[in-house]
Structure formats: structure tokens, C-alpha cells
């Protein structure tokens, strides 16, 4: 005989309900037993004991999830004692711990970089002095100073290009490596034994006065003060410059139109320049005395302003000092009848008055040279000529750039 037992879905619900409470029954820890000695203190060598959670606080919701046909949320649940950890279902995986790792600066050659620049003076100097024998046309000298421009500057074109900049030195280092390639041109054009020519001269004068606007502009770019190198060095323009070396030359310059020359030594190079001329008739003292100079009826002061510039050593001597030529070495020329300078105080209302001095490489001197003059002197016929060691450069006061 068959019998069908027919069990309907709430009844099988509160059967595994039932089931679940008497395990949960069983499994409930015995409660803590009151010490004699104070009701509900545990004993201090015992641990507690978390406290029980209701049992149909646990259940809440189990038979309407049942019903709905959902299980059980597997979702991690705070273990108690361990604050902030969690239980995965998978007891093998473990959490990833990840590292700030912060990546290694690069090291880069910046410093070196503007230190060379800042050193670089000497190849500037040397492009000088070959561009002074290229003037004169000294082939002895042209070939000396070539040899010794395009040996400095291929050596330090290979420094340079070897070091690794930032990008906020890739201009300097550009502008650098286009001086030193100018020099070593102006050395390479110049180098062996074929006389000058003036293709030879135009070329090489050229590429030296390149390699002088390209250190300039690497001067420009370097982020820190570098030794102040006067305008003399930095920025002259040899094309517009006369120089001399032989006493037979007595071609006029005009004014603000550099001379430059060596010391006695041989060891240094000298500018010497006159900037300007001014008329005046008064000159005032600035000793407190009130005292002052008036030119006699008919008669004028003839104000010169002079520039001398110590360019820096080039030989092979010791010495780095200048002296400056002696207000005496200036005499004025007009209608055959030469004028010396007239000797007045350091400080007057002209300013700073010239005299003889030491400078230091790189340091400038300026000052007044004051004449005594006819008033009806004209410019046009006046001359300045400079006595130095091995020549008497003029400059022609009507002259004017």
C-alpha cells in the first residue's frame, strides 16, 4: 500500500526553524558563576566572555529570506576582538599590501655646465687676440693665436657635449656649443702653412665674431650671477673696432671707437676709448670751500671723457694688473699748437677727474681729461693723440659713429 505523506512548505520551514534553535541552545556558553566575594565580577585570571546576542535577533529574517528563496548573504563579518579585520570565504587569499615607491630623481650635469660657461672668458680672449692679428695682418701671430683657439676650444667642445642637461639647460648648452664650434672654425680656417688671403681673413673674422654673440647669449642664459665681465669683453664688436700694433699706423679713430693694446708685460690686453667732449666754462670744487675754476675772457674748458678697460690676461706671465697711461701720455691737437690737460682735484663738479691707476683684470676706469682751449676752437680740427708703449693711437673729436 502506498501512502503519500503531503508536508506543506511553512510547516517544513518551521521544522528547520525549530532544528536550528535546540542546536543554537546547545552551543549557548554556560553562564559566568558570581564570585562570593561580589555579585557579577568575574575573576580578574579569567577572561570575559562576550556577551550573548539574542537569539531571535540572529534569526531575523531567515524565514522570509527562505521563503523568497535566498540564502544566506556570504558577505564578511566583523570578527569581535578584531577591530578593523574582515573574514573572507576564501581562507587562502591573503590582502595585497601596496608600496609607495618614489621613483629616482635623475642626475643631471647643469652645474658643470654653467661652470664652464662662467670660465669660458679665456676663449673670447683668445678669439681677440686672433682677430687682432687679423687686423694688422700679422701672419706670425694669426697662426700663434689660431693654433691655440682651436686646440682650447675642440677640447672644451667635447666636455660639453659629453654632459647630460635638464631642459632648462638645453639653451645654454646649445648656445655654448655654437661659440666653441665658431672658434674652432675661425682656428680650423686659419690652420697650416697657406699665406693669408683675404678670403682666409673675412672667414675666420666672421666666425670669431659668431663665437662671441654665442657666448653672450650663454652669458645671458646662466641662472646665477656670474663674474661681471665689463661690456669691453662681452660685447664687443671687432668689425666696428680699429686695432693697431705697429707705431707707423696714424689712421683716426672717432669717438667711442676702442684702441686696444698690450701692456708692457705683453701679458695683458688693454682698451682705451674716449666717449665724449663737452664744452664748459666753470669747473666747482667739492671740498666744501666753494672755491671753482672760471676760464679767462675769450677761452673755454674742453671736457674729454676717458675709458680704460683692463681685458684680461693672455700670456704666459704672472702678472693680471694694468696700469692705466698717465694723464701726461694725452695731448691735444689744433692748428699746430698742442695742449696738455689740465691737473685738478680727484672730486669737482665734473665728476671723477682721470688719473693714473692699477686695475684688477676685467675692472674699468673712467674719468675727465680737461683742456684749456681757445673758445673759438672747432672740433673738426681737433685731435687727441695717446702715447702708449708701442704706439700713439689719435682719436679725431669731430668724429662721431
Known amino acids: 500500500m502506498k501512502i503519500q505523506v503531503t508536508v506543506d512548505f511553512p510547516d517544513a520551514v518551521s521544522m528547520i526553524l525549530a532544528l536550528l534553535f535546540f542546536t543554537a541552545f546547545l552551543l549557548i556558553p554556560s553562564p559566568v558563576v558570581s564570585d562570593a566575594t561580589g555579585l557579577g565580577t568575574s575573576d580578574p585570571g579569567q577572561t ?3 556577551p550573548s546576542r539574542d537569539l531571535s535577533s540572529i534569526f531575523t529574517g531567515v524565514e522570509e529570506r527562505f521563503r523568497d528563496g535566498h540564502f544566506l548573504n556570504p558577505t564578511p563579518v566583523s570578527v569581535p576582538g578584531a577591530a578593523g579585520s574582515t573574514v573572507t570565504p576564501d581562507g587562502n587569499e591573503t590582502a595585497l599590501r601596496t608600496e609607495k615607491i618614489t621613483p629616482p630623481v635623475p642626475k643631471y650635469d647643469d652645474d658643470e655646465l654653467m661652470q664652464l ?3 669660458s672668458s679665456a676663449s673670447l680672449l ?8 687679423l687686423y694688422v695682418w700679422d701672419e706670425s701671430l694669426v697662426k700663434e693665436s689660431a693654433a691655440e683657439l682651436r686646440t682650447f676650444a675642440t677640447s672644451l667642445l667635447e666636455e660639453v657635449e659629453a654632459l647630460d642637461v635638464s631642459g632648462k639647460c638645453d639653451v645654454l648648452k646649445t648656445s655654448f656649443i655654437r661659440a666653441l664650434e665658431s672658434y674652432r672654425t ?10 693669408l688671403n683675404s678670403t682666409m681673413v673675412d672667414i675666420a673674422l666672421d666666425a670669431n665674431r659668431m663665437g662671441s654673440h654665442h657666448l653672450r647669449e650663454a652669458f645671458e642664459y646662466l641662472q646665477c650671477p656670474v663674474q661681471r665681465v665689463p661690456e669691453e669683453i662681452v660685447a664687443i664688436d671687432l668689425s666696428s673696432s680699429l686695432l693697431y700694433a705697429k707705431p707707423g699706423i696714424r689712421d683716426e679713430l672717432e ?3 676702442r684702441y686696444v693694446y698690450m701692456d708692457r708685460s705683453r701679458a695683458n690686453e688693454i682698451s682705451l676709448m674716449l666717449e665724449s667732449v663737452k664744452r664748459i666754462d666753470t669747473i666747482y670744487y667739492l671740498d ?12 673755454m674748458f674742453l671736457l674729454v671723457k676717458v675709458r680704460v678697460t683692463n681685458l684680461g690676461h693672455i700670456g704666459e706671465g704672472r702678472m693680471y694688473r694694468i696700469q692705466t697711461p698717465d694723464l701726461r701720455d694725452f695731448a691735444l691737437q ?12 680727484t672730486r669737482t663738479s665734473l665728476g671723477e677727474s682721470y688719473a693714473t691707476v692699477t686695475l684688477d683684470r676685467y675692472k674699468v676706469k673712467t674719468g675727465y681729461i680737461v683742456f684749456d682751449v681757445p673758445e673759438a676752437l672747432t672740433l673738426d680740427e681737433c685731435s687727441i693723440q695717446v702715447k702708449l708703449p708701442d704706439a700713439s693711437p689719435v682719436w679725431a673729436l669731430g668724429k662721431t659713429p
Open 48 to 50: 570575559q566572555q562576550a
Open 117 to 119: 660657461v662662467e670660465e
Open 186 to 195: 675661425a682656428g680650423t680656417v686659419l690652420r697650416g702653412n697657406t699665406p
Open 255 to 257: 669717438l667711442m671707437q
Open 334 to 345: 689744433y692748428r699746430g699748437t698742442t695742449y696738455s690737460p689740465m691737473k685738478l682735484p
Open 126 to 133: 683668445l678669439s681677440l687676440q686672433n682677430s687682432y692679428a
Open 288 to 299: 666744501g670751500s666753494g672755491n671753482k675754476i672760471e676760464a679767462e675772457p675769450g677761452r
